[in-house]
């Protein structure tokens, strides 16, 4: 048996002759670029967010971007992000000018733990820099939304939400994406929503926001030949808006079936000496990855690959660890929780359409390895 950590044409097969029909009217249709459709899909994945407004752009790092510059965060600014995140995490802070600060995660939730961020708030030199807090939901696992809100209330920051991986999961009964100032998601292939090329969008209840970020992602255009700030091109075109709006029907029931997945995961691996993830009290998790840890990560990985099943390390690296960054001055012992993670962690095939079957193989597999 052979199990890839991801099958995208397994998805497209599914849902082939709709999609064929979504993408060929956009084609005669005629209107490529900022047209219905587009519109259709911000409203309704405004309304699955909990919020009033969503801006279609380029990319969910275009969306991280533009919504900090949204928010007034430039250069001189700084914005505080976790060690432990997908790297365009860290490029859409950058883009804006500002520079990006590190606090560690819960090792429990691989998420920004808010004490790290209240550590750092307080033993700031320059507090009046720091603009902005951009929370991850990592793995489709909500961050600690609550306390994270108070302290930025509390020190005057905006909160950018980076639902790239979590797009459908919930924190203490509400949609993530509606608990910051913005949540900018991802629609790359393999996220949970996953276009047939790049998208993006940033999901907001602030008028002004929404507003400003319309501008900025067509130029800088407040109307036809009227720019008004300085823009950029940074859009969610009509196929790809298409594509969405037949998937978005099926989010609910894909993240579903991932939640089952992770269930018999859980189950098959309970007495394993592999660690599961484990959901924190009142979070609604949707399992974009299923992440184990162990010390053996990478024999593990070796021995999965050999038995003929793909996985993957989310992430090998913190951010400190990335010779990109490490000018940004953090030893390589800081932020411990992330660095001990990024030994540790492997995440197993997991996609909606993977069968039971398959996912008896992989633990058998890996109770083998054990
Ligand atoms: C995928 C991802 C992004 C970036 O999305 P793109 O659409 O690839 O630009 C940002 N943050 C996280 C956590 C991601 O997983």
Redesign the pocket.
Known sequence: MRVPLVDLSAQYRSIRRQMNEAVLEVLDGGSYILGDRLEQLEHAIAQGCGVRQGVGVG??????QLALLACGVGPGDEVITVAN??V??VC?ILATGADVALVDIDPSTFTLDPQSLAAYLEAAERPERIKAVVP?H?YGHPADMEPIQELAREHGLWIVE?V??AQGAGYRGRPVGSFGDAG?L???PT?NLGAYG???MVVTSDDGVAETLRRLRNYGEASKNRNVIRGFNSRLDEIQAAVLMVKLDRLEGWNQRRREIARLYGELLADSSVEIPRDAPDVHHVY?LYVVRTARRDDLQRYLAAAGIGSAVHYPLPIHHQEAYSHLGFPPEAFPHSVRAAREVLSLPLYPELSEDAVHYVCEAIRGFC
């Not at 990319?59 to 991280?64: E, I, K, N, P, V």
């Open positions: 990319s969910g790092t275009d969306a991280l995140t997908a365009p995490t859409g991850v990592l980076d790239a991986q900018c991802s629609f790359y996220k790049d998208a993006g974009h």
